[in-house]
């Protein structure tokens, strides 16, 4: 990443941010009891507090400990518990057993972050403007947002194991919306440029901006609506081979899929943070692999867009949207005055799959240091998803932000928007 | 199980009963955190939570249910949840995924508990005396004693999974104790009789008493120490296919075994509900499984003995030793003044490994309805072990009492008494 | 084993025999191709190349090369693919690889065979009489006949995995018998003796005969037939989880059981080694496992003989019956004409499950040496199955001979004759 | 892919064409026994008799069928067991239970060979000249090519799981040779295109030819060889996390590798297609995965060059080189006098990974009909490789033909180019 901390707003306290952030990891919690903190429900899952966790040993290895003299970590074997996937720092707890650990406790966590905070707040008086130092900050406070919107995708898969339903957040419905019809937008085509542009904050695999080559091409104005992708399901998709890729095809069979996660067998109601609730026809389609989306879209004559089309698409939008701050935890319906040429839900509600593989862009550099493992090395078998979801902090997203999953992987907020060939 | 409540104490207060076993099982867990309750390190463990649920469930299920007119259960999702093998009651929640349920809370599963224990109290009230309640009843405390020392090798096991280390304990070492040598007793040959004698309460597994034909033996009198054990490690015991059943073997090679569970790479230290200690020589060895336990006595020139060797054998003994109530939790070295001949340890501290397979005595019959499903259907693929552990509640012990367990399983405080042919 | 050669028919000459018990191996091949020698269809089953080869490296181990001076191995990385389970003996190619190996090829495994056969008679006529060679060539041609039943066996498991459905013997149907109604005998109760008695070889888990104890009991007159088993499946037997050990109901479940193997799906034809065939009524049903005799027996309210009591129930018995000799290589239904309380089919047609674990006789020794390695230690997991099959080479069949498999196999012909208490 | 019998030499007999490619599959099997077309190694090989019918089958369903009026299979039952992977013919024998066939035999196979040749000779000279019908066989004969080099690969794979290390072509070694140095040279940037151009054959993956935009970059002159991947080895590169991508780090650890495929523990011999060899320093490394050849260049501060960069600097160079003809079925090392700045053995010897994903080219439509499933629905999850190996059909080769492999698949000869940004 550009480490710079151009990103905060002119005349925002810094340790202000740093102190918001942090809250609002915390606050996010503040429906959860202490037993729910501990639950680990699939490999790809951390528990709430392993979350909490991690995110302050990321200011405590890469900030604290090398900035603060004589800096005590507050409990040494931390590390080896909290460390995610840096080996260059040293070993670390296998992921699959994160929630086999009952310690250290919700309020031990809570102690954990505290000492780190004052800490941190502490330097931040000592070294104030430092460059240096709140570039290092900046970078974990998205590191934290990233993790915020894990921890609530993650509690969502946890409660969604229970026969219990539990609700996450008390929430109304959408009611009965009626999305504008899908239209599509011509976009740039020829030599174009991508990648972060200025001098704000942005991740190392976002770098550096380079020319790439378009063809021409459309964009939906909308992602898929729940309604048409249930027309997908109705017309057998689930169980024509010809519409898959072959890997697709395989983990269709292998796990018996014929529906979104978090779909009722019925195909009428759907496990939300708000709790089970009827499926709503007009929402986003949510919670598909990349198989299910490439699928649809050769099923409706379409395709997926890259992400150079993406973003080049997006480059004008402001980002706003659906996003984590507006405390649905839910993807909208798109609005329907909004309609009439202008794409729709860019930004926010659910992230969107790409045909692009996640791959470094030319020229790529990793940090120097245990910091360049951040993301250089998921380059492989992932594809790029763009745009952020409804449980994104909005401070988070930019149009050059490349998020990454597994083709098979659908527990985050992730939904589809179609392109074709113009 | 022979359902009578004679096995009480002549005067004692049976509801005075009912309620010391009910609140023993909160009492043991009143060192952990919500957070301990929750976990399960794997498919055999179950959190704590759920033994406290679930036998809760058992006295819902199988007394007030259909004894209380008219009661209403507590909350009817549970019996999904915390069913735990009755088919003839209905469908139940996977074991394996008895670790995803952060709900209900601990205190919803202590309020569920209380509201359990008020019903029961009352009905024992209104029903003073029936002896068909009481025998249900006795049935349901002999099964909630199962569980307390389910719940305490479970949560080791837990703890154990743990780089923290957690102590359930705190409590002192057994020094430098020096066991007696350990000698041989011959025991009774021809034709004797076994299973449950008297009206006192039995499960329905040590049922009918019947003959069986012994061939002359000598049994160990005490169990084989940790000092011991180590010489057949030295002696290159895992290394040695010869000494092992072939499926011993392959289970050895499979999960790369070189010693008992929980102690260390060194062979120095060993983790203990006590927290991680040194390893005391003269302790009885303890989680070893019975593929190890073979092995041991066959390079030891020795043979496991039969649970009917051991019955006869341990008829003539008073049940006592170092049990649950001890409160230490952990084997304790065989007394050096009682030696002399006669078989020390015969009760607590570690279940024996027989020889026997787990199969029903000549002419068993399981008890009618869903209670029959109890013992019966487990008669396969495990071994019977006997003498009751230093977490078994000693009010749970009998000389006819058949434990079980698959000869790979070792998380159990299982330990060797050797016998041989004379 | 006893290794004596007194099971020897009087005047029979013992090169003759040898000839004759290794030139039927070949014989039993003489409708395979080339290509079926090699398919290895599960781990449990080996390519019939292997049975051919490995019995010859069995008598090039353990008579030729300790007996013949200077005896050179014919190819001295044989050991190691052809050792089945030996590690006195060194390490071995894995079992479920053996069916990567398409060297040696059939050829050089028959030039393998020859080697080695002409080197025994020649030892035989060198040592005419010796009794120490005479023993240990009647425990190799035991051995090979053992691996005779499993070179049939087997290559039906290869034959039913392809769609083409091949034939290994052409063979006429039973026709539409009426086998005589199942009737109950009782047997003998109180002291009994069992085990190997007289001079005749036998293997060493037969010995030593022993005292145990019967309680009254009876066995049915003959197996049960496949209209029997239908009427259980009809029934909803596999689909009534309180019918089954805890362990079968795991399996049904995890392998989707609702038949016998080989059964098809119309449970209208059957995969036989004489081709794909209507299920005939009033055969004996067989390639059933022991949790599905066990929960036969439990719908039916019967249960499955202890093997004490079927050894003493068969030993008036005369050893006749369907056998491979007989060259039907299928089970045949009980003749109608020998009904009236005489038991049917107690040798030959299948092998009977039994209830009892197959353990050690009290005063079991393993022979000394490899050889120990022949029965001991597979004394865990099993179950004892008695009489012999339809593919068991009839002098290979005693009274008290112990055949043993685990509960969940099934790929051998396996029957059930129940039993109940008197 | 563009169906046109074009690439065909002028004046070439087409059928004479035909007659040489089926010819040669069955050649190549010429040292092999009946035994050796059976085996099946690992799910991603298939026996060398699958091989033989599933090219012939490919005739039959797409040749003769569609086009012989009244045409008979010549079995129907091969439909379903030599149905590769396509789903809009029909369902399909399983591909990990190939291996699982002894029938059809061998000679049933070239029965099948012969039967479907006889019948495309007598449709080639009724319809003479018909181009779809030539195109078809085109399609058909690089089909078979294809098969041929997965045939050679297989059975190197099957004989390397034999201790017995067969021989399947006798050769002599590449002495000590001692290559050029390694240099880089330039390529083009800017805007260049990619892709299938003029009106010969080429697969549907190849197509539409288009623009792209290249960075400045060099390639080396030659692939990495074995001494150099050596040194990869010695400095730890099997132990050092950093230098790999996380998943093929992953995949290290699970499958233990420390080496590529076919070394010798002692990195000193190898398995090769002519037994097992001395390890040549000079030789190029093979039989080295995605993630391999990326660590490599990750180590060596280099990088893989993307498939346009590759193709691009190809573009110029006569598609010639150590191919499937040659008849040595292993890499040969660069030949020292053409050093000098020019690239050497850009085609041929072994496949080079390229570090890009394979996915559709712009515009990309796959064919109509069931051979549209030939190579659309494999465009996720694999990498494309480039230009030919010692054991591909010189004339399959052309310098847009992308190969594609999964990242953890390395039982192709498959090395590494290495490339840098400029």
């Not at 000492?115 to 900046?138: F, N, W």
């Not at 406070?141 to 026969?163: G, R, S, W």
């Not at 839910?330 to 794409?343: D, L």
């Not at 799959?353 to 250089?376: C, D, H, K, M, Q």
């Amino acid at each position: 990443m550009s480490l710079s901390s151009e990103a905060l707003s002119v005349g925002e306290d810094f340790s202000d941010r740093l102190r918001m952030v942090r809250d609002t990891s915390v606050e996010l919690c503040n429906t959860l009891h202490e037993e729910d903190f501990v639950v680990q429900s699939m490999p790809d899952v951390s528990p709430t507090k392993w979350h909490l966790a991690h995110t302050t040993w990321f200011f405590e290895t890469f900030v604290l400990a090398p900035r603060v003299p004589g800096y005590c970590v507050f409990d040494e074997r931390y590390e080896y518990l909290f460390n995610s996937y840096y080996y260059t720092v040293g070993q670390m707890h296998p992921r699959p057993r994160r929630g086999l650990l009952s310690r250290p406790t919700v309020a031990e966590t809570m102690a954990y972050r505290s000492h780190v905070d004052a800490y941190l707040q502490r330097l931040m008086e000592d070294e104030q403007g430092d460059p240096e130092l709140e570039a290092l900050i900046t970078l974990g406070l998205h590191h934290e947002q990233q993790h915020q919107e894990l921890l609530l995708t993650d509690i969502k898969h946890v409660f969604a194991q229970n026969p219990l339903c539990p609700v996450f957040r008390e929430a109304g419905t959408s009611g009965d919306a009626r999305p504008p019809p899908m239209e599509f937008i011509e976009g740039a085509s020829g030599l174009v440029e991508i990648g972060h542009r200025g001098d704000g904050f942005c991740f190392d695999n976002e770098c550096p901006r380079h020319h790439t080559y378009l063809h021409p091409h459309a964009l939906a104005t909308r992602p898929v609506t729940n309604e048409e992708y249930l027309e997908f399901i109705r017309d057998g998709g689930y169980r024509t081979p010809e519409l898959w890729l072959s890997d697709g095809w395989a983990t269709v069979q292998r796990e018996h899929w014929d529906r979104p996660l978090y779909w009722s067998e019925g195909l009428d109601s759907v496990f939300t943070l708000n709790g089970q609730r009827a499926l709503e026809a007009a929402e986003p389609v949510s919670h598909v692999s990349y198989y299910e989306a490439d699928a649809f879209t050769r099923w409706a004559g379409m395709r997926l867009p890259t992400e150079a089309e993406w973003e080049v698409a997006a480059e004008s939008h402001r980002v706003s949207g659906n996003f984590m701050e507006d405390g649905r935890f839910h993807p909208m319906p798109a609005p329907v005055r909004e309609s009439g040429g202008r794409p729709l839900q860019v930004f926010g509600d659910v992230w969107e799959w790409t045909a692009s593989p996640y791959v470094p862009y030319p020229g790529f550099r990793p940090l120097a240091g245990a910091i360049g493992e951040y993301n250089g090395k998921f380059m492989c078998n992932q594809l790029v998803l763009r745009g952020g979801s409804c449980v994104t902090a909005s401070s988070q997203v930019r149009v050059s932000y490349r998020n990454f999953f597994y083709p098979d992987q659908r527990w985050q907020f992730m939904g589809i928007r179609p392109a074709r060939d113009a």
